[in-house]
C-alpha cells in the first residue's frame, strides 16, 4: 500500500506545475516554509535516536488529524531507497541534506503536492507549500491554515520574547521563509541583474540560482527569499516580499520590452534556433538544455512561440533533471547516457505538443 | 589569500565542501561567489559555518563563557557559536543576552512580531505586543520630529498601560 502511494507520487510530477497562475511567464513557483519544534523536546541537532522516533510520530499522529492534510500520504524515510530519496529533493519535497541523512525522518505530502511537511530534518516540523506562479498570500495561507490545525494537536516551542524557537537563530521568530523561483533573462541579458540582486540584498532579501546540477546560476532561473524572520509579522513580510518581487518583474519586463524593440530579429533567431536545438538534439548535458528552455520559455512569455506552453516547458524542467530521468528510463545511466535520454526526452515531449 | 576562480582579488569566504568521498577547500571572492551563484555555496552549508560564526563568535560572552552549557540539553556556547544551532529551547534562556545579541545582528531585531500559538493568545498578551509596537512609532515620530502624534501615540499607550494594571 505505502510503497504503491510512493511509487504514484513519485511517477506523476505535481499537478501544481501545470496550472499557470499569476505572472507564471516570469514566476516559476511559490514557495511558503513554516519553521515549527516541539516544545520539551530537544531540537534535532541534540535529540538522541529514541527522541526523534517519538517526535516523527507525535507529528504523524497530529497530521492525521489535521483537516488540511486530509488524504496525505506519510512516509517514514527508513523505508525509502536513496534513489527515491533523490527524487524527492530533486522535486523539492525534501532538503538535499535529507537524501544522505534520513533516519528517524519522515515526509508527509497532501494530494497534488501543494502542502507537505518536513519531519525532524533541521526542525521538528517544516511546513511548505508550493504554489505556481506568484501566489505569496495563497501559499502562506494554506500553510498558516495547516499551522493552526496541528496547534491544537501539538505544543510548539514558543517564547514571548523570541517567537518559534528554532533549531537555527536564522529561522526564529515567525520561522516564515518565502521564495519565488523567479526566470530573469531579460535582466541577465542587460547587465542589470547585478543592480537588483544589490537592492535586494540591501532590503535583506537572498538572490541566489535556483536550478541544475552544479554551481551557477543556471537557465537565469533565481530564487528570492527573505532572510528576516524576527520582529517582522507575517502579514508584512508576506506583503514586502509580494511588493518586492513584483518591483523585480517590473524590472524584467521592461527588459524584455526593450530588447523586443531594439534587437527583435537578433532575439527572435535567438528563440528560434534554441527551439530548433531542443526539437533535434541527441545529447543534452543539463546546462545547456536549461539555457535552450529559458530561450523558448522567454519566446513563449513574449508570444514569439505558440505551439508549446509554459506548463510542458515547467514539466520538462523537473522530468530533466538526473535522477527523474534515471527513474522515467528505468534504468541506472552514466551522464552521457543521461544526455542522450535528456535530448530523447525533450523531443518526444515538444513534438507532442 | 587569493580567490581561486578569478585568481585577481582577495578571496574573503573560505569553505569546506565534500564532493564524492572527496574533501575540497575553497577560497573564493565576493564578486566569484556572487557570480556563481549562492546555490554552490548553499550546498556546503557556507551559510551556516561560515558567515554566521562570524556573526556570533563575535558576540561571545567573557572569559570561560564559551565553555558554558545549557542544563537541559547539554550544549556549549562554543558548538552554537561554530554553527548558529541551538540544542533545545531552553537553550534561548541559557544563553540568554548573548543570544539576543546575536538575533539582533542577524535579523537587526531581537523582539518577536506576529502570530503565537494559541495558549500564547491571552488579551494580556495581545496588549503588550500593542504596546511595544506603539513604542516603536513612538520613537520614529520623535526622531522625525512629528511632537503631535508622539503625543498621541504617549497617550495611547499609557491608557494601555493603565488598563493592562487593571486586569
Ligand atoms: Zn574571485
Ligand atoms: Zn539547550
Not at chain 1, 70 to 79: A, C, P, Q, Y
Not at chain 1, 297 to 326: F, K
Not at chain 2, 2 to 28: E, L, M, P, S, Y
Amino acid at each position: 500500500m505505502k510503497q504503491k502511494q510512493l511509487q504514484r507520487l513519485l511517477k506523476n510530477p505535481a499537478s501544481w506545475l501545470a496550472e499557470g497562475g499569476e505572472e507564471s511567464e516570469l514566476v516559476f513557483a511559490t514557495r511558503v516554509r513554516l519553521a515549527r519544534n516541539i516544545d520539551g523536546r530537544k531540537f534535532t541537532y541534540c535529540a538522541e535516536a529514541s527522541e526523534l522516533t517519538l517526535v516523527r510520530d507525535e507529528v504523524r499522529d497530529a497530521l492525521a488529524l489535521a483537516p488540511s492534510m486530509k488524504g496525505s500520504i506519510f512516509l517514514d524515510m527508513n523505508d525509502t531507497t536513496e534513489p527515491e530519496r533523490m527524487i524527492l529533493a530533486e522535486r523539492r519535497l525534501i532538503s538535499h541534506d535529507m537524501v544522505r541523512r534520513f533516519t528517524n525522518r519522515g515526509l508527509a505530502v497532501a494530494r497534488g503536492e501543494k502542502l507537505s511537511v518536513m519531519v525532524n530534518e533541521e526542525d521538528h516540523i517544516r511546513l511548505q507549500s508550493f504554489e505556481s506562479g506568484l501566489a505569496v498570500c495563497e501559499a502562506f495561507d494554506r500553510v498558516s491554515r495547516l499551522d493552526d490545525d496541528l496547534d491544537g494537536s501539538l505544543e510548539f516551542a514558543f517564547s514571548d520574547r523570541f517567537g518559534y524557537l528554532t533549531a537555527c537563530a536564522t529561522n526564529v521568530g515567525t520561522g516564515l521563509r518565502v521564495s519565488a523561483m523567479v526566470h530573469l533573462p531579460g535582466l541577465v541579458h542587460n547587465g542589470d541583474i547585478r543592480q537588483v540582486s544589490d537592492g535586494l540584498r540591501h532590503v535583506r532579501l537572498s538572490v541566489r540560482g535556483s536550478y541544475g546540477e552544479g554551481s551557477e546560476v543556471v537557465g537565469n532561473f533565481f530564487q528570492i527569499s527573505n532572510l528576516i524572520t524576527l520582529g517582522l509579522s507575517e502579514s508584512d513580510t508576506v506583503k514586502n516580499m509580494d511588493s518586492h518581487i513584483r518591483k523585480v518583474l517590473e524590472f524584467e519586463k521592461k527588459a524584455r520590452e526593450t530588447l523586443l524593440k531594439e534587437a527583435r530579429s537578433l532575439l527572435e533567431d535567438k528563440i528560434w534556433r534554441a527551439y530548433g536545438i531542443l526539437k533535434n538534439a541527441r545529447m543534452l548535458d543539463s546546462r545547456e538544455a536549461m539555457g535552450l528552455i529559458s530561450a523558448v520559455r522567454l519566446g513563449v512569455g513574449l508570444g514569439i512561440v505558440t505551439d508549446t506552453g509554459l506548463s510542458d516547458l515547467n514539466e520538462i524542467l523537473i522530468m530533466i533533471q538526473p535522477m527523474h530521468l534515471q527513474m522515467l528510463y528505468e534504468k541506472v545511466m552514466g551522464p552521457d547516457e543521461r544526455d542522450r535520454s535528456r535530448a530523447d526526452y525533450i523531443r518526444s515531449r515538444l513534438k507532442a505538443s | 589569500m587569493i580567490c581561486q576562480f578569478c585568481k585577481k582579488n582577495n578571496a574573503t569566504i573560505h569553505f569546506t565542501n565534500v564532493d564524492g568521498n572527496k574533501v575540497v577547500k575553497i577560497h573564493i571572492c565576493r564578486s566569484c561567489a556572487e557570480a556563481k551563484g549562492f546555490d554552490y555555496l548553499k550546498r556546503s552549508n557556507f551559510e551556516k559555518t561560515d558567515l554566521l560564526a562570524g556573526l556570533v563568535s563575535s558576540a561571545l560572552p567573557e572569559k570561560g563563557g564559551a565553555r558554558r552549557r545549557c542544563e537541559h540539553c547539554g550544549r556549549t556556547y562554543a558548538a552554537f557559536s561554530k554553527s548558529a544551532g541551538l540544542g533545545c529551547s531552553k537553550c534561548y534562556d541559557s544563553f540568554g543576552e548573548e543570544i539576543a545579541k546575536v538575533l539582533k545582528r542577524i535579523h537587526g531585531n531581537a523582539r518577536h512580531l506576529g502570530k503565537s500559538p494559541r495558549r500564547y493568545c491571552t488579551e494580556k498578551v495581545h496588549a503588550r505586543r500593542r504596546i511595544r509596537a506603539l513604542e516603536d512609532e513612538l520613537r520614529i515620530s520623535v526622531e522625525l520630529e512629528n511632537y503631535e502624534r508622539a503625543a498621541r501615540l504617549r497617550d495611547e499607550i499609557a491608557d494601555l498601560k493603565k488598563g493592562m494594571e487593571k486586569r
